[in-house]
């Protein structure tokens, strides 16, 4: 697979995890006892749906979710902008990737008809060919997530990587936690499991 390829499938699997980090919290926001997912992106309340778990030690709970994401766009443009149409052609520095996912409760095998969340990605190629600075939002009906900053190598074969989330807005202000995304095979989806906490 060419450096070009391997960067798009893995930043499209990182987009899919970062968006799993907002439905994960929308759930959590709500209240809701017990494993719940996050709520629709048209429902304003949580909705109970398999996917997730929640624990509290001391004056933090810390929920973990589970996440089926499939890519909806997933693009790598030059540093002026034009868009790279080659599968061949290896990222420069200054080249970008522009990412956007569907999030589903569940994992490949088992999932959601319903979107839960929807995420944009934006890596900036910093070092040829494939590592990248890298900034997500993810958006569901209670506010987004952020992870920024992140500094990860596309390049890598390592079907798993984690990126911190860093904040977020509306329910999810002072969010922190972890977002673990795990590439399936040659496709640009993943599984995603989010831990966190606020």
Known sequence: MSSHA????ASAAL????LAATTATAGAASGSPGPSGPPPM????????????????????????KFYSVSTESNLYTAGGQLITNPSTAPAVGDSLVGTDNFYTGDHTNHSSDI????HLFCLVTKAPATATCSAEIATSQGM?????????????AP???VKITGGTGAYQGAKGTVMVTSIGNTNN?????????
Request: aromatic share 6%.
């Open 6 to 9: 391997r960067f798009l499938v």
């Open 42 to 65: 048209t429902m304003p309340s949580a909705s109970s749906t398999p996917g997730g778990s929640s624990s509290a030690s001391g004056a933090m709970a810390t929920t973990t979710w």
């Open 116 to 119: 839960s969340a929807t995420d």
């Open 145 to 157: 997530l952020v992870a920024d900053n992140a500094q990860l190598n596309f390049a890598s074969q």
């Open 190 to 198: 993943s599984d995603v499991v989010v831990t966190w906490s606020k």
């Open 15 to 18: 987009a899919a995890g970062l």
């Open 160 to 162: 798993t990587q984690t």
